[in-house]
């Protein structure tokens, strides 16, 4: 069984995140940049999958310039198997993107498609979905849990009421969600032998795809700071506050 | 214009989110459809035609649709797009799963998760988790969107009494199939709609804690919410996530109990009206969003605020 697995070069989870002065996007220059976490979830997924001798080979794709290659080389050290670059220096749409994907997929010919449920820069939660309709094939977004039994996918999902349990007919696609499972560090010798796995490089034009963004970024401003209020001393002080200054209780 | 909006809703009531929804339609201005797709679900279309603003209502009524399942409703949403220019749903878990799909199917892109109208293509949504608001325009022949609830004040539920049309078209993939859910059954109020929201954290210690926050809960009429950290700990269950990758509440007022305040938990409370913070750790992040701040510990703090109420 093969596997598909695509990643996103981000912000780092960690670093706060600031508007630029002339408020035209975020800033985003000397800024540390890392594998997108849920990206890193389907990685860890994909990985356990083939550890437990259900997948055979794992392919990660991103889309991007140069440097996301770093990404590339990051989940080729927690144990994909060859990796593919999708060069551009144009921001693509969230259709472009599902659209490259899917002309890979039409190549590679995976069995099943791992992408994380949504990147943590532009939080729009919608390749996987675009991806699996432009295929035809079944999509199990935001998955906590996921079993494989011959061509059956079994996958449970993280829905607003609670958890919710389908049947896939693989080929699929399915979007991890935060439990999914943890992932794993990479060793040192894995980043080491992570080097001389192979990466290739393709253009959208090799692939019979043009990218374009029909999204345009207007302007982005700081959202509308809180401040913070007071510190109440007790109890019945936060009651007599929330009572007659608030009147938020009764 | 002519919008279409998918229904939110289990198949008995109508989700009130679905009224933030046509909210959020009227402020793009056109005529609105509300398309009502589940099974055995003809009380929800009653009920949807009695909303504000809702010119007509479409009922597609079968098994294929029971479970909100993205392969079917996705395409019935794709033989209806003709007639209109705007389609939306709520950002919920159903909206977010079948919405992109639909944009797909019809080759276009799709804006997620929209909490600000600047005009019929022009929008505002969060990015980089509630840390900076982008102003963004679409240049797509239709405009496929998912709405913040909590972004817009709810239309009126009833008063209105609009036509309903029942659709016969039934779409059904072979390729998937629903095995069984496990909702959370409460008497509480949807986390949310709720007008208030008690959440709880790591400092609550264990689930059984969590016992603390359900009575008082119970006392205010309130909804029970959790940090990622409570989740993640296994204390309560993940449909109870506040947070950027949980429910984004916007209630009147939230009591944040044992919270640090992760950037994560504050993107999703941060538009509350008032908001608690009960804390042992008077330099924990979340009193700096906080109007009424409270350092104590919480199992002394709780129990006297519940007994005061």
Redesign the interface.
């Given at each position: 069984m093969k596997i598909l697995v695509a990643v996103k070069r981000v912000?780092d989870y960690n670093v706060?995140?600031r508007?630029k002065a002339d408020r035209t996007d975020?800033d985003l220059a000397n800024v540390k940049m890392a594998l997108n976490p849920f990206c890193e979830i389907a990685v860890e997924e994909a990985v356990r999958l083939k550890e437990q001798g259900v997948a055979s080979e794992i392919l990660v794709v991103s889309i991007g310039s140069k440097p996301c290659e770093e990404q590339l080389r990051t989940a080729l050290a927690l144990g994909a198997d060859r990796a593919l670059r999708v060069d551009t220096d144009v921001l693509p749409?969230?259709?472009s993107v599902?659209r490259v994907l899917a002309k890979v997929a039409e190549t590679e010919q995976p069995d099943l498609i791992l992408l994380g449920k949504?990147s943590?820069?532009?939080?729009?939660?919608?390749?996987g979905?675009?991806?699996?309709?432009?295929l035809d094939?079944?999509?199990?977004?935001?998955a906590?849990e996921v079993k494989i039994d011959g061509d059956q996918l079994?996958v449970t999902?993280?829905?607003?009421?609670?958890?919710?349990?389908?049947?896939?007919?693989m080929p699929?696609v399915v979007t991890t969600?935060?439990?999914l499972n943890e992932p794993r560090y990479a060793s040192l010798p894995n980043i080491m032998k992570a080097k001389k796995k192979p990466l290739e490089v393709k253009t959208p034009a090799d692939l019979g795809v043009s990218i374009s963004s029909?999204?345009?970024?207007?302007?982005?401003?700081?959202?509308a700071e809180?401040s913070?209020?007071?510190?109440?001393g007790?109890?019945?002080e936060?009651?007599e506050?929330?009572r007659n200054e608030?009147k938020?209780?009764a | 214009m002519s919008i279409l909006i998918l229904a939110e809703h289990?198949n008995q009531t109508l989700k009130p989110v679905t009224l933030n929804v046509l909210a959020a339609a009227g402020e793009i201005g056109g005529d609105i459809t509300l398309l009502v797709a589940g099974h055995g679900c003809q009380a929800v279309a009653e009920q949807a035609a009695q909303a504000a603003g809702v010119s007509r209502v479409l009922l597609a009524d079968a098994p294929a649709y029971a479970?909100q399942?993205?392969?079917n409703v996705?395409k019935l949403l794709l033989n209806l797009a003709d007639d209109y220019e705007h389609i939306l749903a709520a950002a919920?878990?159903?909206g977010?799963?079948?919405?992109?799909?639909?944009?797909?199917?019809l080759?276009?892109?799709?804006?997620?998760?929209v909490l600000g109208v600047e005009s019929p293509k022009?929008f505002k949504?969060?990015?980089?988790?509630?840390?900076?608001?982008?102003?963004?325009?679409?240049?797509?022949p239709k405009v496929v969107m998912t709405i913040r609830g909590t972004a817009f004040d709810p239309v009126a539920a009833t008063g209105h009494n609009a036509s309903i049309t029942q659709l016969d078209q039934v779409y059904e993939?072979?390729?998937?199939?629903?095995?069984?859910?496990?909702?959370?059954a409460s008497d509480r109020p949807e986390l949310?709609a709720a007008r208030?929201v008690v959440s709880g954290g790591r400092g609550l210690g264990n689930g059984e804690n969590f016992d603390l926050l359900y009575q008082m809960a119970d006392k205010?009429g309130a909804a029970v919410g959790a940090s990622?950290a409570a989740?993640?700990a296994g204390y309560v269950?993940?449909?109870m996530q506040v947070g950027?990758?949980g429910?984004m509440v916007a209630p009147?007022?939230y009591i944040a109990v044992g919270i640090s305040g992760a950037?994560q938990h504050l993107a999703g409370m941060?538009d509350s009206?008032?908001?608690?913070a009960i804390n042992k750790d008077?330099e924990a992040p979340i009193?700096?969003?906080?109007?009424?701040?409270?350092?104590?510990d919480l199992f002394d703090?709780v129990p006297?605020?519940q007994a005061?109420?």
């Amino acid at each position: 069984m093969k596997i598909l697995v695509a990643v996103k070069r981000v912000i780092d989870y960690n670093v706060k995140v600031r508007v630029k002065a002339d408020r035209t996007d975020v800033d985003l220059a000397n800024v540390k940049m890392a594998l997108n976490p849920f990206c890193e979830i389907a990685v860890e997924e994909a990985v356990r999958l083939k550890e437990q001798g259900v997948a055979s080979e794992i392919l990660v794709v991103s889309i991007g310039s140069k440097p996301c290659e770093e990404q590339l080389r990051t989940a080729l050290a927690l144990g994909a198997d060859r990796a593919l670059r999708v060069d551009t220096d144009v921001l693509p749409d969230a259709l472009s993107v599902a659209r490259v994907l899917a002309k890979v997929a039409e190549t590679e010919q995976p069995d099943l498609i791992l992408l994380g449920k949504q990147s943590i820069d532009s939080d729009n939660n919608q390749t996987g979905q675009m991806l699996a309709a432009l295929l035809d094939r079944p999509q199990a977004t935001f998955a906590s849990e996921v079993k494989i039994d011959g061509d059956q996918l079994q996958v449970t999902r993280e829905v607003d009421g609670g958890l919710q349990t389908l049947n896939l007919k693989m080929p699929a696609v399915v979007t991890t969600d935060l439990r999914l499972n943890e992932p794993r560090y990479a060793s040192l010798p894995n980043i080491m032998k992570a080097k001389k796995k192979p990466l290739e490089v393709k253009t959208p034009a090799d692939l019979g795809v043009s990218i374009s963004s029909q999204i345009k970024l207007i302007s982005v401003e700081p959202p509308a700071e809180r401040s913070a209020g007071i510190k109440v001393g007790s109890v019945a002080e936060l009651v007599e506050k929330l009572r007659n200054e608030a009147k938020v209780i009764a | 214009m002519s919008i279409l909006i998918l229904a939110e809703h289990d198949n008995q009531t109508l989700k009130p989110v679905t009224l933030n929804v046509l909210a959020a339609a009227g402020e793009i201005g056109g005529d609105i459809t509300l398309l009502v797709a589940g099974h055995g679900c003809q009380a929800v279309a009653e009920q949807a035609a009695q909303a504000a603003g809702v010119s007509r209502v479409l009922l597609a009524d079968a098994p294929a649709y029971a479970h909100q399942l993205a392969e079917n409703v996705s395409k019935l949403l794709l033989n209806l797009a003709d007639d209109y220019e705007h389609i939306l749903a709520a950002a919920t878990t159903t909206g977010k799963n079948i919405l992109p799909r639909v944009a797909a199917l019809l080759g276009v892109n799709t804006l997620t998760d929209v909490l600000g109208v600047e005009s019929p293509k022009r929008f505002k949504r969060a990015i980089y988790a509630g840390n900076a608001i982008a102003t963004v325009e679409i240049d797509e022949p239709k405009v496929v969107m998912t709405i913040r609830g909590t972004a817009f004040d709810p239309v009126a539920a009833t008063g209105h009494n609009a036509s309903i049309t029942q659709l016969d078209q039934v779409y059904e993939s072979d390729d998937v199939s629903f095995r069984h859910e496990a909702l959370a059954a409460s008497d509480r109020p949807e986390l949310t709609a709720a007008r208030i929201v008690v959440s709880g954290g790591r400092g609550l210690g264990n689930g059984e804690n969590f016992d603390l926050l359900y009575q008082m809960a119970d006392k205010l009429g309130a909804a029970v919410g959790a940090s990622r950290a409570a989740v993640d700990a296994g204390y309560v269950p993940n449909d109870m996530q506040v947070g950027q990758t949980g429910k984004m509440v916007a209630p009147e007022l939230y009591i944040a109990v044992g919270i640090s305040g992760a950037i994560q938990h504050l993107a999703g409370m941060k538009d509350s009206k008032v908001i608690v913070a009960i804390n042992k750790d008077e330099e924990a992040p979340i009193f700096q969003v906080a109007d009424y701040g409270l350092v104590a510990d919480l199992f002394d703090a709780v129990p006297e605020l519940q007994a005061s109420l």
